[in-house]
């Protein structure tokens, strides 16, 4: 049986904060095959990584996104529920897409880069956009582009016709867009249609699967020849399917 790859969900996230550069660090150095993150507009157009509409959460703070400029959220401590990374700016600082990048061309490594575009966003198909120009200055990434939005993929395909792209859904199941490559799910859904990953195989579907953090459940899914896990614990996991 062939083992799953293995993507840093919002990097190496276990004891760091999600989506700073120290969690993909981390993720580096634990031999992830790849990257999942998010990515949104500020209010100055830089693309960050960032999961929620808000900062609330990530960061304490009162605000959205969107209604912040980059300079405004980088006064903000990312790190407020990791006291112990308040003083590493890789840990404490929102990243940017651009950031991203660079660490993972300097770190010489093949790294799948898994790109959700989050949406509702009131920039709409501005994000596609923002992130095309993007890609366009970093050529010879392994990018792949995933979205819940139907939208936001039919977008990305009217501006590219070669990136991969991921359909991300939550059961029930509908009829995947047009265009996309991969299906991606909740393990829970997965875990409850057994049958799914063979039959979207057969449809020449690959699939990717959401977020997998025991080994039991990493051995359920390397059975049900999934194609990638998602995971908080990149290195953890991948040592429960090689032992």
């Known amino acids: 049986m ?118 509702p966003s009131r920039f709409g198909p501005r994000l596609e956009l923002r992130l095309w120009e993007t890609l366009r200055r970093w050529p010879g990434l392994d990018v792949t582009v995933m979205s819940f939005s139907r939208a936001a993929l039919a977008t990305w395909r009217g501006l590219d016709t070669d990136t991969p792209l991921v359909w991300i859904f939550e059961y029930p199941f509908r009829r995947p867009p047009e265009g996309v490559q991969v299906l991606s799910s909740r393990v829970d859904y997965i875990e409850s249609t057994p049958s799914f990953v063979e039959r979207a195989h057969a449809q020449g579907y690959e699939v990717y699967v959401w977020t997998v953090n025991d080994a039991e459940t990493a051995h359920r899914m390397a059975a049900l020849e999934v194609d990638l896990i998602f995971t908080d614990r990149p290195a953890a996991i991948r040592e429960s399917l090689t032992s």
């Open 2 to 119: 062939s083992h799953p790859l293995i993507a840093a969900h919002r990097g190496a996230n276990e004891f760091l904060p999600e989506h700073s550069l120290a969690a993909f660090r981390q993720a580096i150095v634990e031999g992830a095959d790849g990257f999942e993150f998010d990515i949104r507009l500020t209010a100055d157009g830089q693309l960050v990584l960032h999961h929620d509409r808000t900062v609330k959460r990530t960061a304490g703070a009162k605000g959205s996104i969107a209604d912040l400029t980059l300079p405004q959220l980088r006064e903000l401590n990312f790190a407020h529920r990791h006291p112990d990374c308040v003083d590493n700016p890789e840990a404490s600082r929102i990243a940017t897409l651009e950031e991203l990048f660079a660490l993972v061309v300097d770190s010489g490594k093949d790294i799948k880069l898994l790109i959700e575009a989050k949406h």
